[in-house]
């Protein structure tokens, strides 16, 4: 009986968090749309309709879905047949595999039993998530490469350079933070985001590391291959990019797994710096202000808080990245590079640094 | 369950690293290369080597094996003119050196038996990273010192003028 229960809660957790993360990624396509036209003063997607309701046109990604199915599934007759057809599986699986140690509540108690609410609470934590997040590049390269002509070889090219890159200063942006912390683990991580600093402030990572925060979102967003830095795909100079040879629903697997990316960044700067599930001055037993006040709530309330803190977390940093897309333009490449190397690796070795030295002064 | 998912892993690393050896094309061959990593990374994972999987996922299929596939999409020769290698005096020296390194192995099991299960934690980060910097701190120095070493030679290649 306690085996079935295990595996049922272990079943129940993995569904929660892909079916959320999958409608999320569907709805993001939608208020990217949306978010565009209302940047460039139009009005955005707003015909598809169901039984007469267009409700903001929040119906175009299901449309969409249905055209990139229904579509045919053609293959040039130029591409490596073999690898073409592995790109899209290589560039969407590890997405899909990060969201694993991401937790997304406290453990809860259930029948006796603590739970935590994550996939699974790794040892290696976020080193998992990196080891995850290193393998997407081999979508982006091999469609590039497989594709077999010019502007997706560029744009496999510029991608592969530019991930491998910027994945050095994403690496070395949240040491600041695991040193803060003392610990690799993202449930740890979360847990210490709920303590006071100096009484009064949440210890959250953004607090603790300001520098760290801001080089983990440049880097985040690079890796994510997005404005301003979405070469691989510079539609005015290489078409496409990298799946200029992709139609139909191989296409449509592309576009999942960068939005896919969107969602675990958003969860990933949501955890890191902003102190996950925790919600400032929310203990479990209620509200427990600075200043000796306390309100009392059940605890299915604040659980609930508690993951409502997070989604709404998510829901902004997912919002901030359509935001800068349609707000910066797009570097050149050698910018792209000279920040990368020349700025941001020296900049996270600076906070590296200074965090030690802070550390070693506060203890 | 533990033996099971050993010969799993085992017969995917063994299975992609002959298939790494045998492919003609090499974007195959590295394909099967990152296979066989992530099987011992599996491995690794089966003796509490938690930190090592990680770190073998990271460094080799996520760093090496994307310069290996960098390479041959740079130099990307066409599927009908890739050289056939002919079988040298070098190849039958590769398995004379194989079925050594095989039988000595199958000694040292007869010899000490197998490994108890290692502790839970035993290849945690918190235990790897304190072996690394209190008992093997000069090993670990010397590394670093090597690393950096080569950094330093291969942008003196690269660039002609700094």
Partial sequence: MSGLFDLAVAVARIAIMLIFCLTFVVVLTWAERKGAAYMQDRRGPNRAKILGLTLGGIFHPLADAIKFLFKEDFIPDHVHRLFYQMAPMFALAPALMTIAVIPFGPPVTIAGKTIPLQIADLNVGILYVFAMSGLTVYGVILAGWASNSKYPLLGGLRSSAQMISYEVSLGLSIIGVVMVFRSVKLSQIVASQGELLWGIVPQWGVVVQPLGFILFLVALYAEANRTPFDLPEGESEIVAGFHTEYGSFKFSMFMMAEYFHLVVGSLLVATLFFGGWQFPYLASSGFVLPGGFSIGLPGAVVLLLRIGALFAKVVFFAWLFIWVRWTIPRFRYDQVMRLGWKVMLPLSLLNIFATGIALLLVA | ?162
């Fill in chain 2, 1 to 162: 369950m533990e033996p099971a998912l050993f010969i799993v892993f085992g017969a995917i690393a063994v299975g992609g690293a002959i298939m790494v050896v045998t492919r003609r094309h090499p974007m195959a061959s590295a394909l099967y290369l990152i296979l066989t990593l992530f099987a011992v990374a599996g491995l690794f994972v089966l003796r509490q080597a938690h930190f090592l999987a990680a770190i073998q996922v990271i460094v080799y299929a996520g760093a090496v094996v994307v310069l290996f596939v960098f390479v041959i999409m740079l130099i990307n020769v066409p599927e009908d003119k890739l050289p056939v290698e002919r079988v040298t005096g070098m190849r039958f020296l590769g398995v004379v050196v194989a079925g050594l390194l095989i039988l000595e192995s199958a000694l040292i099991v007869r010899r000490s038996g197998m490994a108890g299960t290692p502790a839970a934690d035993s290849g945690s980060v918190e235990a790897v990273g304190r072996a690394l910097f209190t008992d093997y701190l000069l090993a670990f120095e010397l590394t670093s010192v090597l690393l950096l070493a080569a950094v330093i030679g291969a942008i003196a290649l690269a660039k002609k003028k700094i």
